[in-house]
């Protein structure tokens, strides 16, 4: 008998329907007619342990006991889901082959790995067991998917990385919890400070923001524009380039700051001769927007539609198990595998049979051309959301689910449109010694942009930029001019007037949905450190696409942010919590070598032992700084939201430890912290004793 483990029902449901029938409906499980059967997790069906199953002693919070880091993991069951775990026990006995059916990423790994490893699985069926990945539950997909099973093997690396995760993260999250919580007091908070690896630096980000904002202090600056005419009365404006002699007027960022100076050119050239000193005219032209990673859906629609980041997630949710119509939504790729370039013809029919208006104004799109979009190499786990071969009857989407459904499909309609073609023309005007510069653009081909033409004409202000043109540099609209005369190099002209324009500097904007968002993907750029930068950048921020929602979410049920309009804000609570912890603690540093490190599991280069045994020393250190000082930053702040007693029994890992990374359950909400899987055959029975913190640290051994 071959049993298919899939990470949720929806998931079951999309394997049972496409194998062979007459099918016999059990509690938990679909057997076919040929007596293989499909079986499902609900989300994580074990939990981490709690501190006191290690030892009772930890039931109490006190300081002596930090940090606790078991020698031996233990996961229990989750109580609400231990009936089906008692019906996978039961399937897993009796059958010959198992077959993986998680989600395709490290989480999704691990979910069936460790309940296949709880269970006691061993020997030839443990080395034999096979691995399904699904990325769109249509029957023809899930059929493709498993003509193509792999062997579970293939996939331990993931699944390590992933319990490494897990572990760190419930180590980190559950100590630093417990340590700051005792702390805040003894200052009078009778809160839970929850600390985690990325809710915190995000957190932090926001704190951070907020004080620049406060601390603001507007200062003008000016700039010079040279309105010009040629012989013919055809005029347009030209921007002052200040002179390297200028700088000691001008701020770090270029800004002209001396009123008098900026007054002095415009009199110099105010009613005086011009030259066309430079002129060039390029051909240019910009490939289609790639499709969407969840990360980029999420703050297009953020932008777009208003929507936040769950709200997101949750939409997409509906589209992929209730509809069919995308698939797998919590991808963290923009690229798509070449053989998916096969299924194109039934993809475009399906959205244009379905979605005619995406079209309406539009040539038809060309089945035959292959965008940058399809890349093996840039292609792992999964591939970017896309709509599936089925055809959407959009009367039957909620508003929301009507909209990103359009969205995603756009975005894949425009991979098979030519580039957008233009041309540019850049002139430099010399008046007076002084130069002058404007450059204009000018439609040639609008190619994939004729799928995007109604919105670019409704809005013309730089919010656009990221639907037309995501990642592309040539795209700021506002460095252009409407038009420019026929020009020749060496034309005189008439500068009519010099126009003094004062502006005043403006403060950082505080953060919304999509720039929160968009500072968690794009977080190197908040980091000074420049190998620090470069991991941030090449492990594509902080957080995962499944889980960046879930902590942002977070931070709010916890009281440490809070909405003013569309601006995020950190509450006093978050601030004074920020301003409590060491700063190694509220920036991405820290996660950003994680990640790195977790990668390098993933391929080979990093064993468990050599991710955590630094990050026990750090974690140490982390403990000690706590016990040395008390977070005076937090006087006078009552608990917000939740009390220790109600937080009794796993109020670290409600408060912090899971909020380290965030995770899954099934539908859409983060997943609990882990600790066995079959990859890394760890030990989940025997208990810890206390000893001291540093031999404590030495000891951990999960055999990974």
Known sequence: MILYIAEKPSLGRAIADVLPKPHKKGDGFIEDAQGNCVSWCVGHLLEQAEPDAYNLEFKSWKFEHLPIVPEKWQLK????????????????????????????????????????????????????????????????????????????????????????????????????????????????????????????????LIVRRDEEIANFQSKPFYEVLAHL????????????????????????????????????VVRRITDKPAKVTQLST??????????????????????????SAKG????????????????????????????????????LAAITGGAPELVAHAEAPNPRLKSKAWDDKKVDAHHAIIPTEKQPNLGSLSQRERQLYLHIARQYLAQFYPAYCYSETAVEVTIEGGLFKTKAKQDKFLGWKQLFAREENERKDASSAATFAQGDKDTDEGEYVGQLPPLTLGQVLHCRQGELVEKQTQPPKAFTDATLL???????????????????????????????????????KRGFIQRLG??????????????????????????????????????KEISYQGFMQPLLGTLNNLIENAGAQLPSALNGLKGQGFKRAATKKSGYRKAGARGAAGGKKAGTGPKKGNASNSAAASSTSTTAKPTAPRRRASKVSAQA
């Open 77 to 204: 069951p989750k109580a609400a889901t231990r009936s089906q775990l008692t019906v996978l026990k039961k399937l897993v006995k009796q059958a010959d082959t198992l077959v993986n059916a998680g989600d395709p990423d490290r989480e999704g790994q691990l979910l069936v790995d460790e309940v296949i490893a709880y269970l006691g699985v061993t020997g030839d069926k443990l080395q034999q067991t096979q691995r399904l990945l699904i990325s769109d539950l249509n029957p023809q997909a899930v059929k493709r998917a498993l003509s193509q099973l792999r062997s579970n093997r293939e996939f331990i690396p993931l699944s390590t990385s992933a319990l490494a995760r897990s572990r760190a993260d419930w180590l980190y999250g559950m100590n630093m919890t417990r340590a700051y919580t005792i702390q805040g007091k003894k200052v009078g908070y009778q809160g839970v400070l929850s600390v985690g690896r990325v809710q915190t630096p995000l957190l932090g």
């Open 229 to 264: 005419v040629t012989d013919k009365d055809q005029a347009f404006t030209a921007k002052w380039q200040p002179s390297e002699a200028c700088l000691p007027y001008m701020d770090e960022e270029g800004r002209v700051l001396a009123k008098g100076l900026a007054q002095n």
């Open 282 to 307: 390029k051909d240019k032209q910009q490939n289609p927007p790639l499709p969407y990673s969840l990360s980029a859906l999420q703050i297009d629609a953020a932008k777009r539609f208003g929507m």
């Open 312 to 347: 997101v997630l949750d939409t997409c949710q509906s589209l992929y198990e209730r509809h069919k119509l995308i698939t797998y939504p919590r991808s963290d790729s923009r690229y798509l595998p070449t053989e998916q370039h096969g299924l194109a013809s039934g993809v």
């Open 518 to 556: 968009s500072a968690m993907t794009g977080i190197n750029r908040y980091v000074t450190d420049p190998e620090i930068r470069k991991i941030l950048k090449e492990t594509d921020g902080i957080g995962t696409e499944a889980t960046r929602a879930g902590i942002i979410e977070l931070l709010f």
């Open 566 to 603: 569309k601006s995020i804000v950190a509450t006093e609570v978050g601030k004074g919590l920020i301003n409590s912890l060491p700063l190694s603690a509220t920036t991405p540093d820290m996660t950003a070598l994680w990640e790195a490190s977790l990668n390098g599991i993933c391929h």
